[in-house]
């Protein structure tokens, strides 16, 4: 039986197992917080920094992202102190100077009371906000890690090797699914799916009996072995079954 | 000409084909083919069973590597504080003048690379320029010109 | 060589290799680190090997290769025994008149010597030179007596003793116990007491643990790890062995900086020489302790100096810090208990060992006992590696040991801490060097890089050269540090060029406030520091540039002018020939003049020029 530890968020008392990341407990104790790289199916990474709060474990106050950060202790927490919503608008800030034209991005900031990018900042105008779900998907949760990081810094984007088609994606969509700013599409057409971002174009299978194409040829075995059937039976489509 | 794909086998041996040795195997491998060219990265990829944009990520993360074979000449210019201090920009932007290449690119040519290092740990030579792998401390641009020049022209 | 089974036979063995030592017998000692090879110390050594051999004196000379000295400045340096006369900037073309006048004879060669600029004497020994006599070299001087590739040299004079005293007279948390009263602090900028981590992963739930060597030194300016890892690695490596048996690891790293090639070459030599010795791998010392340790080079990223980077590194992906809340002492490599330390933490722990706590803390002060050494670097007369006790002040420092600055040039500042750290200005110099001292004006400790500036050093410029270096390593993957740092380089960078406006300042130190609190890891939690302690004690220099569009230090190009002194112009010529833009016009006899709309301010002029006759303004 897990131990259970009971913290107060901003003043409300919560109880939760030893180890459940802050975020989740805060949720719990309906109390919402603001995230973008966050999404309770994946897992959690810790980088745009959004669900800071403030943690008091009795030995001093800190500053933690709160998806990341294990409850263990019985801590009292803050999340939206003045300090924190300041930190919070100059990080929106940061993500609107590199996504202006972002709705995603541009909703979440409007919460704060942003309506336009700030004026000091270098403006760029760029679709992806480096969130990394769409890399924690293919890898963790469908696992043919197609696509990854590149470089650092500045530089860091996600691409697959080389930017070209990479035979191994499986065309499945899981990254456009969970893409916050959804600038990962796909489409299908003429009997082809196409992830543009990754340059990606696979047949897909036509069912033999209505002739609707229905799924991406790269997923057939990979469906049949989830499923436990012959891959020959792909050929037929659920709604024809 | 065929890529010897035969040179990376005792490098994967060499370090038991474990997958936390990838920077090391890469390292080794870069300094066989002087860079590190995608037919190899694919054969690792394969050996080692890490995916291809994980081995991608890990070429791309870190500066030792590249993807790109290098000019037959390289020339580094240290950047540390030290050599900061002392005038480095300065004669990079010389040096970059003097070959009409950009810092961290290789000529169309391939005949020289140009680099910057965030220190080499000689600070008492600062600044410090190193043209294939000689070291040249107190550097001005006049000298590393000179050096230039004659293994320029050395090629004929 | 045979294995050392047991602790009497370590004894057996150095009083063996000291009984087959005469110590009157004349040496020589090179210092081939890397400093000196880059002043051609390879081309001294093969010259002193070739004269010794031509003159059939191999056997009665004893030559050796060592490790950094130090006096980097000054390389290549050479020491004859017993006398101890040092030499200085020795060519291969001394050497012969070197062993006929000093080793062989008792003469000893006035121009070779080095001569105190305070007061024009010649010195002769090595422990009279300023830049000597004011250290404490308690963990670098035995660079200069040993090879590196030699572990019979380190064995001479007290190597494995420490390791010894350990696994045969101490219990692991005997040992712990010892580093705590030490009060031993992390020497790789963090200043934890390293009794404390030992401590805390020995406690840590698990059966496999790591201990890691942190060689990756990527502060800019800082190269006291290299030096020690080169010179003596096996003072490191003891001192590893005895933390692995303390703590209870059978697994070690260091993991090594790629740009240090020759620090990774002496550590696997000494390795294997220990392992020859029995004193690393399976039952060292003959005794049921197993340990051995595997070198890791980086990959070229800063960030991977940080632990959680460090870790991911070894294990072959990118160096990407994690969060630590769960401190690696219980989840680090692999998720295991994992004892990370710096090199020069490691160092100091046979010495405390084999000569106890109660010693070590007699030097240094009381919150930071022993010493540290530091890479004194920049404008300064002795360029070298210093190792001082703490507590030592800035002054004794820069003045005492370093000789002050060149040039007849005034102080500006020093810079501590890397690119982590912060500039200290003339007013705060008799500040004792210590943890928290340092912490208190703003700076840190850091590695040790200390970088000496004067007045011809711009602050803003500065502050902008170690901001965009950490735009440039940053990993990229949290928003404040991958967005809110090259924000700041832009910001500074537009003040550079002469495009700074009102609320530029505050609008930094806004930025920094965000990046300091969000970011993931202590990259981006101390990127702000240079430019901070910048603003905080050059104000005035950041107002010149923004409100006057001036350097007043000269630096910044788009705000300075390069002008010949009609006076002092000789007409030679010299500029006008390597000026790449054609911006001098001139005739003979007639003074020279820059065409400043032509001029693109690279400096080779002011280079070419040997009458001062130009400036930059």
């Given at each position: 039986m897990a131990e259970m530890i009971t913290i107060t968020v901003n003043g409300k008392e919560v109880t939760v197992a030893k180890d459940t990341p802050l975020l989740e407990a805060c949720r719990r104790a309906r109390i919402d917080i603001p995230t973008m790289c966050y999404n309770e199916n994946v897992r959690a990474y810790g980088v745009c920094r959004l669900c800071i709060v403030e943690v008091d474990d009795g030995w001093r106050k800190r500053i933690v992202p709160s998806c990341v950060y294990p409850v263990r202790k019985a801590v009292t927490v803050q999340t939206e102190t003045d300090e924190i919503r300041k930190y919070r608008r100059m990080l929106l800030n940061l993500q609107l100077a590199r996504c202006p034209e972002e709705p995603f991005v541009q909703q979440l900031a409007a919460k704060?009371?942003?309506?336009?990018?700030?004026?000091?900042?270098?403006?760029?105008?760029?679709?992806?906000?480096?969130?990394?779900?769409?890399?924690?998907?293919?890898?963790?949760?469908?696992?043919?890690?197609?696509?990854?990081?590149?470089?650092?810094?500045?530089?860091?984007?996600?691409?697959?090797?080389?930017?070209?088609?990479?035979?191994?994606?499986?065309?499945?969509?899981?990254?456009?699914?969970?893409c916050p700013t959804q600038c990962i599409g796909f489409q299908d057409e003429n009997g082809e799916r196409e992830l543009k971002r990754w340059h990606r174009k696979t047949k897909m299978i036509a069912c033999e009996k209505c002739g609707d194409y229905w799924l991406p040829e790269a997923l057939r075995e990979v469906y049949a072995k989830k499923m436990g059937l012959d891959p020959a039976s792909m050929n037929v489509c659920p709604n024809c079954r | 000409m065929a890529l010897e794909i035969n040179k990376v086998d005792p490098i994967l041996e060499k370090y038991g084909s474990q997958k936390s040795a990838l920077i090391q195997i890469l390292m080794d491998v870069q300094a066989v083919f002087k860079y590190l060219p995608r037919e190899v990265l694919d054969y690792i990829s394969d050996k080692l069973n890490v995916p291809m944009s994980t081995i991608y990520n890990v070429a791309t993360f870190y500066k030792a590597f590249s993807l790109e074979p290098k000019g037959e000449h390289v020339c580094s210019v240290c950047m540390g504080t030290a050599c900061h201090v002392r005038g480095a920009p300065v004669i990079l932007d010389s040096i970059s003048r003097r070959l009409d290449l950009p810092p961290d690119k290789t000529s169309a040519d391939r005949k020289w690379t140009l680099e910057t290092v965030n220190c080499l740990g000689s600070c008492a030579l600062g600044p410090l320029v190193v043209v294939d792998g000689v070291y040249h401390g107190k550097a001005t641009s006049a000298k590393i010109g000179k050096v230039i020049d004659k293994l320029s022209k050395d090629e004929g | 060589m045979e294995r050392l089974?047991?602790?009497?036979?370590?004894?057996?063995?150095?009083?063996?290799?000291?009984?087959?030592?005469?110590?009157?017998?004349?040496?020589?000692?090179?210092?081939?680190?890397?400093?000196?090879?880059?002043?051609?110390?390879?081309?001294?050594?093969?010259?002193?090997?070739?004269?010794?051999?031509?003159?059939?004196?191999?056997?009665?000379?004893?030559?050796?290769?060592?490790?950094?000295?130090?006096?980097?400045?000054?390389?290549?340096?050479?020491?004859?025994?017993?006398?101890?006369?040092?030499?200085?900037?020795?060519?291969?073309?001394?050497?012969?008149?070197?062993?006929?006048?000093?080793?062989?004879?008792?003469?000893?060669?006035?121009?070779?010597?080095?001569?105190?600029?305070?007061?024009g004497q010649k010195i002769v020994h090595e422990h009279d030179v300023p830049f000597y006599k004011n250290q404490k070299r308690i963990i670098f001087g035995n660079n200069g007596v040993m090879d590196p590739t030699k572990i019979d040299d380190y064995i001479a004079l007290g190597g494995y003793a420490g390791l010894a005293k350990a696994l045969s007279s101490m219990q692991p948390e005997e040992i712990i116990d010892e580093v705590k009263k030490s009060k031993l602090r992390g020497r790789g900028g963090g200043g934890f007491p390293a009794g404390r981590k030992w401590e805390s992963c020995r406690k840590a739930p698990g059966t496999q643990r790591y201990v890691i060597c942190n060689a990756d030194e990527g502060d800019p300016g800082a190269y006291m790890d290299r030096s020690l890892l080169e010179g003596n690695p096996h003072s490191v490596i003891e001192g590893m062995i005895i933390g692995a048996y303390a703590i209870g690891s059978s697994q070690g790293y260091i993991y090594v900086r790629n740009e240090y090639p020759l620090a990774v070459a002496n550590a696997r030599i000494a390795l294997d020489q220990a392992r020859a010795y029995g004193l690393l791998g399976d039952n060292i010392f003959g005794t049921e302790f197993s340990f051995d340790i595997q070198i890791n080079r980086g990959g070229g990223a800063f960030v991977c100096g940080e632990s959680t980077a460090l870790m991911a590194s070894l294990e072959g992906l990118p160096g990407e810090p994690r969060a630590k809340f769960i401190h690696t002492v219980e989840q680090g490599l692999n998720n295991k208990p994992t004892n990370l330390n710096n090199v020069e933490t490691w160092a100091n722990v046979p010495l405390i060992i084999r000569d106890g706590a109660d010693a070590y803390l007699k030097i240094g002060t009381a919150g930071s006992p022993g010493t540290k050494i530091f890479s004194l670097v920049g404008k300064i007369a002795n360029t070298g590696l210093v190792e001082v006790p703490m507590g030592i002040t800035l002054r004794e420092i820069v003045y005492n040991i370093g000789g002050g600055i060149p040039n007849g040039k005034r102080f500006k500042a020093v810079q501590t801490g890397g690119p982590s750290g912060g500039c200290i200005p003339e007013k705060h110099l008799d500040l004792p060097v210590d943890f928290d001292k340092l912490a208190e004006v703003g700076s840190m400790m850091g590695s040790g890089g200390m970088i000496v500036m004067d007045e011809n050093t711009c602050m803003v410029d500065i502050a902008k050269y170690f901001t965009a270096f950490l735009a440039d390593e940053s990993c990229g993957k949290c928003t404040p540090c991958r967005e809110g740092v090259a924000q700041m380089r832009d910001v500074l960078q537009k003040i550079c060029d002469g495009q700074g406006g009102p609320g530029d300042i505050e609008f930094?130190?806004?930025?920094?406030?965000?990046?300091?609190?969000?970011?993931?890891?202590?990259?981006?939690?101390?990127?702000?520091?240079?430019?901070?302690?910048?603003?905080?004690?050059?104000?005035?220099?950041?107002?010149?540039?923004?409100?006057?569009?001036?350097?007043?230090?000269?630096?910044?190009?788009?705000?300075?002018?390069?002008?010949?002194?009609?006076?002092?112009?000789?007409?030679?010529?010299?500029?006008?020939?390597?000026?790449?833009?054609?911006?001098?016009?001139?005739?003979?006899?007639?003074?020279?003049?820059?065409?400043?709309?032509?001029?693109?301010?690279?400096?080779?002029?002011?280079?070419?020029?040997?009458?001062?006759?130009?400036?930059?303004?």
């Open positions: 704060y009371g942003i309506t336009e990018p700030d004026p000091r900042l270098q403006r760029d105008n760029k679709d992806c906000i480096l969130c990394g779900l769409c890399v924690r998907t293919c890898t963790d949760i469908v696992g043919v890690s197609a696509i990854a990081f590149q470089g650092r810094g500045a530089e860091r984007m996600v691409v697959t090797p080389f930017d070209q088609e990479n035979p191994v994606c499986i065309a499945c969509g899981a990254c456009a699914f969970i | - | 089974t047991s602790f009497e036979a370590l004894g057996r063995l150095r009083d063996k290799i000291n009984a087959s030592r005469d110590p009157n017998k004349p040496s020589i000692t090179v210092c081939a680190g890397t400093g000196c090879k880059g002043c051609g110390a390879d081309a001294v050594v093969a010259a002193f090997k070739q004269e010794l051999e031509t003159k059939g004196l191999t056997e009665k000379i004893e030559f050796r290769e060592t490790g950094c000295h130090g006096f980097c400045e000054r390389g290549t340096l050479v020491v004859i025994r017993p006398k101890k006369i040092f030499y200085q900037t020795v060519m291969p073309a001394d050497i012969p008149e070197i062993v006929e006048k000093t080793v062989l004879g008792d003469e000893i060669i006035d121009r070779l010597l080095y001569v105190d600029p305070q007061n930094i130190e806004e930025l920094a406030e965000t990046i300091s609190a969000a970011s993931l890891c202590a990259l981006g939690q101390t990127a702000a520091n240079p430019v901070l302690t910048t603003i905080r004690f050059f104000r005035d220099e950041y107002k010149t540039h923004i409100e006057e569009k001036r350097c007043p230090a000269g630096v910044c190009k788009a705000l300075i002018t390069y002008r010949i002194i009609e006076d002092k112009c000789t007409a030679c010529g010299a500029c006008k020939r390597v000026c790449p833009s054609a911006a001098i016009e001139g005739a003979k006899k007639v003074a020279h003049k820059i065409l400043v709309d032509k001029c693109i301010k690279c400096g080779a002029c002011i280079e070419s020029c040997k009458f001062d006759a130009i400036v930059k303004e």
